[in-house]
Nanobody
Framework: QLQLAESGGGLVHPGDSLRLSCVASGYQFSEYRMAWFRQAPGKEREFVAGISRAGDHVYYSDNLNMKGRFAITRDNSKNTVYLQMNSLGPEDTAIYYC?????????????????WGRGTQVTVPS
């Protein structure tokens, strides 16, 4: 059973940057494709970014609001996946979750993920 624990969220000013981390334990991290999702208040959870097992392929949301500002990376030696977020604005306020899946390559499909973390809150006041 893979366990995921996110960290790095917080209250930041508009324009600031944050790097979220998600540490995995309990199983072979490198066997899983990883992703970040987020859920803003009153909205459905949405895909943010995904990364292949070796980290050589990355995928990002088509949401124009996120394009070019977020970057997903992973370090398999540390069992950790990261989400670098730049130029944060109030629209980025959400709980950010990391998720892991063993099979399939449809990163956007939330139903296909086997394991989820509890999330980390990011708040950017207007």
């Amino acid at each position: 059973q893979l366990q995921l624990a996110e960290s790095g969220g917080g209250l930041v000013h508009p324009g600031d940057s944050l790097r979220l981390s998600c540490v995995a334990s309990g199983y072979q991290f490198s066997e899983y494709r990883m992703a970040w999702f987020r859920q803003a208040p009153g909205k459905e959870r949405e895909f943010v970014a995904g990364i292949s097992r070796a980290g050589d392929h990355v995928y990002y949301s088509d949401n124009l609001n996120m394009k070019g500002r977020f970057a997903i990376t992973r370090d398999n030696s540390k069992n950790t996946v990261y989400l670098q977020m730049n130029s944060l604005g109030p629209e980025d306020t959400a709980i950010y979750y990391c998720a892991a899946r063993a099979l399939g390559r449809d990163y956007v499909n939330q139903q296909a993920y086997d394991h989820w973390g509890r999330g980390t809150q990011v708040t950017v006041p207007s």
